[in-house]
Nanobody, 127 residues
Framework: QLQLVESGGGLVQPGGSLRLSCAASGFTLDLYNIGWFRQAPGKEREGVSCISQRDRTTIYADSVKGRFTISRDNGKNTVYLQMNSLKPEDTAVYYC????????????????????WGQGTQVTVSS
């Protein structure tokens, strides 16, 4: 059974940092494009970042560029999202997802490509 589990969310003050983890079971994350998405209350889910299987290309939403970093640890079968300089507008439930079908460079513009999703982890940025 293919499963993704996010962890690392929590409450942090503005300017603080968190590192989210996305651990996989039942498949090898390194073989697929992996994306991070988020959904704030009352808003649509949006793409945050992704990392490509093929060429390790990383993509970031404009709102998080320079503050967030996506990375893989193949030995742990885990993808991370390091989030620095957090802002209140980063508050959301964060989801990781795997695109197990395509072999192109990853994209965060088309969520329907991602067939496997974790349950999400809450990130709250507040003083």
């Amino acid at each position: 059974q293919l499963q993704l589990v996010e962890s690392g969310g929590g409450l942090v003050q503005p300017g603080g940092s968190l590192r989210l983890s996305c651990a996989a079971s039942g498949f090898t994350l390194d073989l697929y494009n992996i994306g991070w998405f988020r959904q704030a209350p009352g808003k649509e889910r949006e793409g945050v970042s992704c990392i490509s299987q093929r060429d390790r290309t990383t993509i970031y939403a404009d709102s998080v560029k320079g503050r967030f970093t996506i990375s893989r640890d193949n030995g742990k079968n885990t993808v991370y999202l390091q989030m620095n300089s957090l802002k209140p507008e980063d508050t959301a439930v964060y989801y990781c997802a795997a695109d197990v079908r395509t072999r192109r460079t990853c994209t965060i513009a088309t969520m329907s490509l991602y067939g496997y999703w974790g349950q999400g982890t809450q990130v709250t940025v507040s003083s």
